[in-house]
């Protein structure tokens, strides 16, 4: 493996759209839905045969800090980056950025949410080496795109140049737009146009590339972080970070960078993939369902009685 590989995962979120299940105080990162793992675990497992597992950081809130390393106790403390307050991805890959330059200024980084389910992994871990490989030798930030099967509007799109012909190629193509979470009819336009896939949330890019565009695009952030050169990595860090946060905006990366950026490139991903946001999308990810469109996976008993389309 390349030691100038990293991933970054995306570890903080409260999960609130899973309710009653996913709670403030342990959200979904933290649990199964009935499988063997958890969502941060098999996050972890799967990174761990991309990039050396010595390179993997998590960003979570301080008040996770004993879920994450329950979980996952081989985690080195100096990979645990700790947020006081949830302010959304682009303080979140800020301050992993820094902390990574620090560490390693060649780092090349596979940034994740921690909540994705995928199909095959031997076609994921194929997809995101070709997309490390391909940021270490170009200056772009890379969105991994996922091709479509239905007019889905729980997902961001992204549009690009060529349309399937291109992106069928299996190599990088150049984002034209990025689109929230359309409506039903927007969202059956996009998907019969061939120019639009799922925005995955799966980012890939050196950090340096990345810090550059930070602060181009999002000097409100970044100044925020300034000094990071001599506090992250001291026993400093904890009082900085807090500071920096107390002051911090809630700011998406694909809205105050991907959107704005000249570098913004899409690698086509076809690995079977679903981003378990809410009860909605892990209902369509559940495959077997009974005659009444009821899933159930459950190693106990259930009873169904008169209920229809039920999780």
Not at 107 to 114: D, F, L, N
Not at 290 to 298: C, F, M, Q, R, S
Request: proline share 5%; charged share 20%; hydrophobic share 40%.
């Amino acid at each position: 493996m390349n030691s100038h590989f990293y991933c970054v995962i995306m570890a903080g979120g409260i999960g609130s759209r899973f309710w009653p299940i996913s709670r403030f105080s342990k959200p979904k990162q933290f649990l199964s839905f009935g499988g063997q793992k958890t969502f941060l675990r098999m996050t972890y497992d799967r990174f761990s045969g991309i990039v050396p597992p010595e390179n993997i950081i998590v960003v979570s809130l301080g008040q996770y800090a004993g879920l994450v390393r329950e979980e996952l106790p081989e985690l080195p403390a100096e990979n645990l980056l700790l947020e006081p307050y949830n302010r959304n991805t682009a303080p979140c890959l800020a301050y992993a950025t820094y902390s990574l330059l620090k560490r390693d200024p060649e780092a090349v980084v596979v940034a994740t949410p921690a909540d994705h389910l995928i199909g095959d992994l031997g076609l994921f871990e194929q997809t995101i080496s070709a997309a490390l490989a391909y940021a270490a030798d170009h200056d772009s930030l890379i969105t991994l795109g996922i091709v479509p099967d239905r007019p889905d509007t729980n997902f961001g799109y992204i549009q690009v140049t060529g349309g399937k012909e291109s992106y069928n190629q299996n190599i990088p193509v150049k984002v034209k737009t990025f689109t929230e979470k359309p409506d039903q009819e927007l969202a059956e336009v996009f998907l019969a146009s061939g120019e639009f896939l799922w925005n995955s949330g799966i980012f890939v890019w050196q950090a340096s590339v990345i810090r550059g565009e930070m602060e181009k695009y999002l000097p409100e952030v970044t100044e925020l972080f300034r000094g990071w050169e001599s506090r992250l990595g001291t026993p400093e860090e904890g009082a900085f970070i807090e500071k920096v946060y107390m002051n911090m905006e809630r700011m998406s990366v694909d809205y105050g960078v991907m959107e704005k950026t000249e570098k913004a490139w899409l690698y086509p991903a076809k690995f079977g993939w679903a981003d378990i946001g809410n009860w909605e999308s892990l209902y369509s990810y559940l495959s077997a369902k009974d005659a009444d469109g009821n899933a159930v996976k459950n190693g106990g008993k259930t009873l169904l009685q008169q209920d229809r389309d039920n999780v």
